[in-house]
């Protein structure tokens, strides 16, 4: 866009302030999308000899790194190619550090399960669930170090539905889950590089191990001579480069934090003359706002071009994260005092909502820095989740600057071109003859494929109940123990002997319960068919309502999914009685884990389900009512945890009964006539119940368009 150098004086990237090491490389690839990516890593593992790290916010055993075929003589799935790599070489070790996920995100990951049957079947490959961050945050890098001498650091994670070409196709064959359902097209991207800052990515991976309490891994290996990792065919964007590694690491335990990507930001958005171009997820960083709105502001303020997803992924973090980014948006606009912002959507013209998902975490300042990583434009990543972003500066004698000033110009067009849906050399042109990346954008737009401006709006019914800092995205680490002080009374809290007595029978119930059912028939009583004829049986009873609200509790206690039972009792006693004993034997069991929870005290409970419980009691305390019909209509905890924590949390009984009535009622009503039908349709299949079992699914859907609907932007009324 500009010829002379974007930056001047001293440089940007300061080891000990906005990175945490600058080291060379020898080559420096951006892989746009996941096929690029995964072709690539699968390339370098096979010839892996010593070591592998792979560090992830997600990792799937199931996933297959080449959806078409590898044809490599392994096995696709990722668990079994990495266990027939060990298997072929004894001195190579894989290391995999995954985050000990939410239970918000249960549903949408493989279950431990799987994990122990995809990862634990070789003595060379430690899996690891990483829970030593703080409460509510999560570890966040995408890392994939081979040998040290190969890495990779962006924001795919080896996980399912992120495979996608840069054509992203609306009818695209390959692009399935696990389970073969397709998927919509998803946009990110990921940084290749080796050398010493691939080394680097290797000591970086060994201490994350390290911290997560994790056995000592392979001292580093050697890194010059031997093989040469690089994929074979694939023509590097840099050659013989430095590269920033900057990091964010929450405060933990008295070491204090890391946040050198928000400096980073900050002295990026300071120093550019130009232009900004951010590539992110979400865009809701209280402290980037403040920062590109100073800018805004100046007379020679540079354009700032924000490429971002239309919505995001699905009702709730619409209604949060992305009330949130249009709050931000909204701001910026009002800030914009010379028109040099916009935010714009990748517009694919056959997707139904619009837009691509865009996932990547990308930045460009001028013609001078690049970078790449797992940190999104949130209050998290800035100082609360774990991060990784690398770093091209362009210095050095003229000539190097120029080298590198043109590669980091080419990486940002070669983005804007994918979403543009045109060749990088009509974006080099564009934006050299109009001297603005606006301009070259607007003239860029067509009626097809494109980037389309966005504009979204801040919807008052959510701004009504939304604070301006939400657990959804903490700026700073949350102290659950100071929180739960303001709600609980010092003369309240139980006194030692008896925290000690009550961790002592729970323990003892716990360790009866495995023992029964390791050696005794309990397991095998407990299923569905099991469950059924036990159901049945109590039909013939005389105290048939009291029967089953004993098995409720009883179920309850022993955490047995309440869903099943809910199905059962629909199965068994129809719709009508079904929703009665459901309901009634629901709200018994929730009852009876709440009273336990009051016995059983917070202090007990933390030493047993960790501090991480005190985000969901601290929820429970301050929301009340709301609190609980959020909780049961999106099941984020298991029953009874729930049950026990609500009790912990000294919400009100009442409060707490009658936002478990409103959150389960609907579901309870719906899981019983929908099992009850299903039923009858499989015992006595006839036109009448195939009807209504569709006629039930039109409604579910309505339900969720409703939904939809009312947390979609409503269009601005004319003036």
Known sequence: MHTEPALSGPRLLTPGRNCWRVAPARRFKLLIDADAYFSAVRSALRQARHSVFILGWDIDSRMRLMPGGASDGYPEGLGDFLNALIEERPQLHVYILNWDFAMLYALEREWPPAYKHGWRRRRRLYFHMDASHPVGASHHQKIVVVDDKLAFAGGIDLTRNRWDTPEHAPDQPLRRDIDGKAYGPFHDVQ????????AALGEL???????????????????????????????PDLSDVEIGIARTEPEREGVAGVYEIRRLYLDAIAAARHA?????????SNVLHDALAARLAEADAPEVVVVSPQNQSGWLEQATMGHLRARIHQRLKAADQHGRYRMYCPRLASEQDGCLNVHSKVFAVDDHLFCVGSANMSNRSMAYDT??????EAHGDATQQARIRTAIADMRNRLLAEHLNVDTQTVRQEIAGRSSLHAAITSLQSEGRTMAPLDPVVLPQIEAIMPDKVMFDPETPINPDELIAQFVPAHARKPVPRRLIGLGVFGILLLALAV???????????????????????????FTPLAVMAVYLVAGMLMFPVTLLIAVTGIVFGPFYGVLYALAGSLLSALAGFGFGVWLGRETLQQLLGRRVNSMSRRFARRGIPAMVVIRLLPVAPFTVANVVAGVSHLGLRDYLIGTFLGMAPGIVVTVAFAHNLAEAIRHPSLATIALLAGMGVLLIGMALGLQKLLSPQPASAR
Do not use: H
Request: aromatic share 12%.
């Open 387 to 392: 991060e990784c972003n690398l770093v091209i």
């Open 205 to 235: 991976a060994r201490t994350r191990w390290s911290r997560a309490g994790c056995k000592a891994a392979l001292a580093q290996n050697k890194t010059d001579g031997g093989d040469d990792l690089w994929p074979a065919g694939v023509e």
């Open 516 to 542: 029964a059912w390791r050696f005794t028939p309990l397991r095998e009583w407990l299923n569905l068919s099991s469950l059924i004829a036990l159901a049945r049986g109590l039909e013939a009873l005389p």
């Open 191 to 198: 940084a290749m590089l080796d050398g010493e800052a691939a």
């Open 276 to 284: 900004l171009f951010f590539e992110n997820q979400y865009f809701t």
